[in-house]
């Protein structure tokens, strides 16, 4: 099982403000990965990255940006918030080996309301 | 393209009884994983159990077994002897290899509520 955690847990923050969501793991998993989610509704991958100075862009398009300086480290950054980006942001890691196997282990979440 | 469909968007069971959560998917790929996740209402993303495409045997984790039919690709989630602990968002998803590195495909989730 993997230990990984998100800071802040929740944030309400005012149009236009610039946030970076924390992520980090212990479990020294190479791939992680950004998803967001509406309440009740299923996630949307918007970062992943297979390592270090590795990110992709996920199926769903974001004004987000991430990056990974560290393998425990992958945090997303908005430069300016907006009302639709108020959402739930959902880090996750797992192992690369390519197999269908790898599970992906999620962190607590950050619920996120821009006003 | 991958899909995962969960036809149930709310379900109550009793205490104590078992119940089934419906799973279908859809996929080319003769390689892939599927996952059930549990969500609480504190929003944390929990994995439950994993089925391999070519497994023989339906996975088990304790309470949890996957009803894993791959002519008819359904792999629903029967949770026994619910508690009510239990209630909660559930989310089937489906990876492989081919996507994007095993990238995860969600269902649209299913509500389940324990009833005392």
């Known amino acids: 099982e993997a230990d990984i955690y998100q800071t802040p847990r929740y944030l309400v923050i005012g149009t236009g403000k610039k946030i970076t969501l924390e992520c980090s793991q212990t479990?020294?998993?190479?791939?992680m990965y950004w998803y967001q989610q509406d309440p009740g509704m299923e996630l949307h991958l918007i970062h992943y990255s297979y390592g270090v100075n590795s990110t992709e862009k996920g199926d769903l398009s974001s004004e987000s940006t991430v990056s990974r300086i560290r393998t425990e480290h992958f945090p997303l950054t908005l430069e300016s918030a907006r009302p639709s980006h108020t959402s739930q942001y959902l880090c996750?890691?797992?192992?690369?080996?390519?197999?269908?196997?790898?599970?992906?282990?999620f962190g607590p979440g950050t619920r996120l309301t821009v006003l | 393209a991958q899909k995962i469909t969960q036809t149930q968007p709310g379900m109550f069971v009793q205490e104590k009884e078992a119940v089934t959560l419906d799973c279908t998917y859809d996929?080319?790929?003769?390689?892939?994983?599927l996952f059930w996740y549990k969500q609480p209402s504190s929003g944390e993303m929990i994995f439950l159990i994993y089925?391999?495409?070519?497994?023989?045997q339906n996975a088990t984790e304790g309470r949890y077994s996957l009803n894993f039919q791959k002519a008819r690709k359904s792999a629903n989630l029967v949770i026994s002897a619910s508690q009510l602990g239990d209630s909660a968002m559930y989310f089937c998803a489906m990876s492989n290899p081919g996507n994007a590195g095993n990238m995860l495909t969600f269902g649209g989730g299913t509500r389940l509520m324990v009833k005392p």
């Open positions: 479990m020294g998993h190479d791939k």
């Open positions: 996750a890691s797992s192992v690369l080996t390519g197999s269908s196997t790898d599970t992906q282990y």
């Open positions: 996929t080319s790929d003769p390689s892939y994983g």
């Open positions: 089925q391999g495409s070519y497994d023989q």
